[in-house]
């Protein structure tokens, strides 16, 4: 028991140090997280640790795959729902099926359907670190919507292809039509117990005022959502992620300011751990892979890994540059070109295609040998050809993505910033207008520093009259009037961003930006 004691000191050490030196060196922690856990995997006298894929699949996937539906934008990914679609679905085949034909080329004896198996594997991305980048070079928003709204569903997509493409391999039978038919039907029904399970948790936390227990419910949402779709044999990551979108759009009407200021403080820590441990666990899975492939050579290795890596870098890069001109020759619509983004923004979103720890614990869930001996054909050798595709997209495009974006120039043309302050102007005109309805009620005709000086004279006397200093002349009613007239313009501003938001005036992101200020400002009123 000390020596697990000790592993887990030593793992929050190793996640505290690693994180802190990628900031230092500004580089996307996700990827020093790996190349740390790769090294210390090698420390003579580390325990193996095994990701068991269970782990990932079902105790870190749904609060991650929730949290991110949370604050993303359903407008916004409505607006990109074609460009969305094609990544998050076709990329995803077209991908699956370059890497099944360059594996089954390299690998002597590999069925077909294991080489689909391993083109599912690799095939979905995984934006943390590229969306991490894109914010701190000031990306334009659009090109982070589509790499996030891309990572939503094709989590999805691939998880669906990889255990059709499992099954063909274990039990020997394809039917294309079957195949098809069972990805439309994991899709909806993915997306329509997410949307029952969101609409039930938002009913219900309308009507608590507790923030613990709300902060612990939004905690279970997409466990709620994510494992009775998968005992259905649904996308459990599509009901994680569309009962985040549900829950998230409603969110400013459900939830209290001490409840959103709690929670997304609370949610900032989580995500950050669950992603930094996986990531490091992600690293340290190399020494045990290695050890499950030592009948191959070195060369046959690299050379295995580089061809599939390159297969799927280039895949993504080839789809960006093709199939987005052909639907233009067919599209021509004024609403459509004025949506096209240049051949250097598309650059950038093709270099973005990062692989992380789904795909790792994908390849793990491949069936184990049984009692006969049989097993999935050339797992250890999928698991490590795995590990070669995340590592090589996390440090390669990781580490040069930066580079590329200052060289191409793709920058925002401060939109963001101009909708903000929108947001602020017209909250802020909201709240003079209340006022004025007010006014007949409260005294708020002072100047500004009359109004400063009474305000805290009106606080000074009601302290004293609850210590009993001097006896309390109605500064008490007072004071709670004044903070009631403050609430009531808060709440008037909230209406008028949340009004803003709903009409697609101001982004998902600003909203929130200005709505956390307005709940910092109500957090200080004591009543």
Excluded: C
Excluded at 165 to 172: D, E, Q, T
Excluded at 175 to 181: C, D, H, R
């Amino acid at each position: 028991m000390r020596e697990a004691e000790l592993l887990v000191l030593g793992l929050m050490l190793a996640v505290v140090g690693l994180s802190v030196l990628a900031r230092v060196i500004r580089v996307p922690y996700p990827i020093l997280l790996v190349l740390g856990g790769l090294v210390l995997g090698f420390v003579p006298g580390m325990p193996t640790i095994a990701l068991h894929p269970e782990l990932v699949l079902v105790l870190f996937l749904p609060p991650l795959m929730y949290w991110s539906g949370f604050f993303a934008s359903p407008r916004e990914l409505r607006a990109d729902l074609r460009t969305i679609s094609l990544l998050a679905v076709g990329l995803v085949l077209a991908t699956m099926g370059a890497v099944a034909v360059t594996a089954h080329a390299l690998i002597d004896g590999l069925p077909w359907a294991a080489a689909f198996a391993l083109g599912a594997i690799v095939s979905p991305t995984d934006p943390l670190a590229s969306t991490a980048i894109a914010r701190r070079l000031g990306v334009p928003r659009r090109l982070v919507t589509l790499v996030e709204g891309e990572s939503l569903v094709n989590d999805a997509t691939a998880l669906v292809a990889y255990r059709i493409a499992v099954a063909a391999a274990v039990g020997g039978g394809f039917v294309a039509w079957q195949a098809g038919l069972r990805f439309l039907v994991g899709v909806a029904g993915g997306v329509a117990i997410g949307l029952l399970v969101g609409w039930l948790v938002a009913e219900l936390r309308r009507r608590l005022d507790d923030p613990p227990v709300e902060i612990m419910l939004s905690l279970a949402t997409g466990y709620a959502a994510y494992l009775p779709a998968d005992q259905l044999g649904v996308s459990g990551v599509l009901a994680a992620v569309t009962a985040g979108l549900y829950v998230g759009w409603r969110n400013p009407e459900i939830a209290s300011a001490p409840t959103r200021l709690l929670g997304f403080s609370f949610w900032e820590v989580l995500v950050f751990l669950v992603n930094a441990i996986l990531f490091i666990l992600v690293g340290l899975q190399l020494h045990l892979i290695l050890s499950g492939i030592s009948g191959h050579s070195a060369a046959t290795l690299l050379g295995l890994a580089a061809a599939v890596s390159a297969a799927v870098i280039a895949t993504r890069i080839v789809w960006e540059f093709t199939v987005p001109y052909l639907i233009r020759l067919l599209d021509r619509r004024p609403s459509q070109r004025a949506r096209r983004i240049g051949a250097r923004a598309r650059l950038v979103v093709g270099w973005s295609g990062m692989r992380g720890a789904v795909s790792l614990a994908a390849a793990l869930a491949l069936p184990l040998p049984t009692g006969a001996g049989q097993g999935f054909p050339h797992r250890d050798l999928i698991i490590f050809v795995t590990f070669a595709v995340i590592l090589a997209t996390l440090v390669l495009q990781g580490l040069t993505l930066p580079a590329l974006i200052r060289r191409l120039g793709v920058h925002g043309d401060g939109g963001e910033e101009r909708e903000e302050l929108r947001g602020r102007l017209v909250a802020t005109d909201a709240a003079l207008a209340r006022l004025e309805e007010l006014a007949a009620e409260e005294s708020t005709r002072d100047d500004t520093l009359e109004r400063l000086r009474d305000t805290y004279d009106l606080h000074h006397r009601r302290l004293k009259a609850q210590a009993g200093k001097i006896s309390d002349d109605g500064y008490q009613d007072r004071s709670r009037a004044r903070q009631r007239l403050v609430r009531e313009l808060l709440q008037a501003q909230r209406r008028a961003i949340v009004q803003l938001r709903n009409s697609g005036v101001v982004s998902n992101d600003v909203m929130h930006r200005i709505e956390r200020d307005l709940d910092l400002e109500d957090s200080r009123l004591e009543i």
